[in-house]
């Protein structure tokens, strides 16, 4: 019998066998690239983008407009990176953190890790300090100064967190999800210093500094400024227009769930995000009255982005990271992509929706007519405190036995869902959720 506490899940699947010999299927391989969820460019021109899969670096220096793979690492669940010197430190979904060396590009070899007992997202840093956005558990504080041996040093107490960001100055910035604030702390004396709220119940994905006095927070309403002037006492000062889920194209001007908004310079702000998806640009020279520049549709989801020069890298999904050019803020041009090794499945098989159960079995997770399910995406929900993860939890895409090691983990050896056909890529499942809609796959489960 299911309580109000009892954990639910909604998961997004793809309806194919996976044709495994250990399960007594013909061999055929199947394996997801994932999507990038972050990412990162060092002063070579090496993009690092977690991805799901592993950790991947292309060199965009040698070829903007297809930059070529160099190099991978094979760590199940990467999802947020942050680059100092030659180190990139890479949360791992389920796995907590890893510290990398890429001193050469073609040869990254992890030289630290440390396992974190929740979900760790977003990674900034400052002094010799990690800071992890730590998903139900706040922020967790890593000692990095000697990265082959990482050490917990403690946790900060600020909700549910996914975004973190850093300035050069130590001031740590924090987008907390739930209850929907940004938090100021002191990343020296490891404190939180002040917070905003913003009357919501939830929303911060992500979060980044402009200047010394803002900070763009992207939320799952809009695209918020705080004045961060006094880190004791932030102030929301400006918000940009939203959008509700209409029949119709959006207002490109409009920005529903920004997943992350950083500075092109003193002036321009660039926001990318989901439903609609797509690249836009802000004037914020008045931040209390900031206004849309330009907008550059871009396929699939837009969940971060990094800007070096006049070069936008924008982390997107299942299509890798799309490289815009905004020398010109109005008429941004899409001018590269670093793109995924492509995932390997077999044929897909449109099916008509229906419920099925599925149940863990051993690595791999299992429909009731016996044949295992490729999962794309997850999130959950709880009686007593409604939907945690939402899009965000896309950031699990990898290989069904971390999958099934995670329901293993949350006790749980059966779900219902329905299925109904397969996407083309992994994130066009999960917006047919994000719109309302269950014609992609989505529904609430419940155990047995």
Known sequence: MLTATLLFNILAVAALPLLSLALGFQNEKVWLSGGVMEVAVDDRGIVIAPAGSGIYLFDAKANLQNPPLIASLPEEGACGVAVRNRLAFVTLYHRGLAIVDISDPAKPKVVGKLDLDSPACGVALSGPFAFVA????????????????????????????????????????????????L???????????????????????????????????????????VDISDPTKPKLIGELPTVNF?????????????????????????????APSGLRLYDAADPKEVKFVSHLPLEGNGYDVAVKGNLAFVANGARGVAIVDLSDPEKPRLV???????????????????S?????????????????????????????????????????????????????????????????GYPAYDEDLLENYIGGGVGGGMVPAVMR
């Open 134 to 181: 730590n998903f139900d558990k706040g922020v967790a504080v890593v000692d990095i100064s000697k990265p082959s041996e990482p050490k917990f040093l403690q946790r900060i107490d600020v909700g549910w967190a996914f975004g973190v960001s850093s300035r050069d100055d130590g001031l740590v910035l924090v987008a907390g999800y739930e209850p929907a604030r």
């Open 183 to 225: 938090w100021c702390i002191d990343g020296a004396n490891l404190k939180v210093v002040g917070r905003c709220d913003f009357g919501q119940r939830f929303g911060p994905y992500g979060v980044s500094p402009m200047g010394k006095d803002l900070a763009l927070v992207g939320d799952t309403y809009t695209t918020r400024l």
């Open 246 to 274: 209409l029949p119709g194209i959006p207002d490109p001007r409009t920005l529903k769930r920004t997943h992350k908004a950083v500075p092109l310079n003193e002036r321009y702000f660039v926001a990318v995000g989901i």
């Open 336 to 354: 590269g992509r670093a793109n995924l090794p492509p995932s390997k499945l077999p044929s897909p098989k449109p099916r008509p929706l229906k």
């Open 356 to 420: 099925l159960w599925l149940r863990v079995q051993g690595k791999y997770i299992v429909a009731d007519d016996g044949k295992p399910y490729v999962l794309m995406g997850t999130a959950w929900l709880t009686g007593d405190q409604g939907m945690k993860g939402n899009s965000v939890m896309v950031r699990q895409m990898g290989t069904l036995e971390h999958y099934a090691r995670h329901f293993r983990n949350l006790g749980m050896n059966a779900i219902r869902l329905a299925v109904a």
